[in-house]
């Protein structure tokens, strides 16, 4: 049982940096879902966020092993994460080459977002599980 409590609480510890670089990165992030359990001989690790407009981060990973629910959560996140920072980056060359071309851009540029974005990534890179 001891061993279940401290798993439990390491997973918790992890999903407080979580929470709190998610509120850090994104000025109005809204967390409408963090859940850490240990159920029916599984740990479970739920996150649900939205980070800026129309995009969320969506987490959930159960496993038998805290370590591996971690793992895989915050492999899980990285992969989401950088999806986001593609999607970003094609945004900004597209700004870019409306600039170019037209002389003005259509949209506004998504740098201060790609920005918060990388040190959101950073900070999950050095997450050790």
């Known amino acids: 049982m001891a061993k279940i409590t401290n798993d439990l609480k390491r997973i918790q510890r992890i999903s407080s940096v979580l929470t709190r670089a998610i509120e850090n990165c994104f000025s109005n992030a809204e967390i409408s879902c963090l859940l850490c359990k240990f159920e029916y001989e599984e740990f479970t690790f739920e996150l649900s966020s939205t980070v800026f407009d129309?995009?969320?981060?969506?987490?959930?990973?159960?496993?038998?092993?805290?370590?591996?629910?971690?793992?895989?959560?915050?492999?899980?996140?990285?992969?989401?994460?950088?999806?986001?920072i593609k999607e970003l980056e094609g945004d900004e060359k597209e700004l870019r080459r409306d600039l170019k071309e037209y002389g003005q851009a259509f949209s506004e540029s998504p740098a201060v977002i790609l920005s918060s974005v990388q040190m959101f990534k950073q900070i999950i890179e050095s997450i050790k599980v």
Do not use: A, F, H, P
Request: hydrophobic share 25%; charged share 30%.
């Open 54 to 84: 129309y995009t969320d981060i969506n987490i959930d990973v159960s496993d038998k092993s805290s370590e591996k629910c971690m793992s895989r959560s915050i492999k899980e996140l990285l992969g989401q994460t950088n999806k986001i």
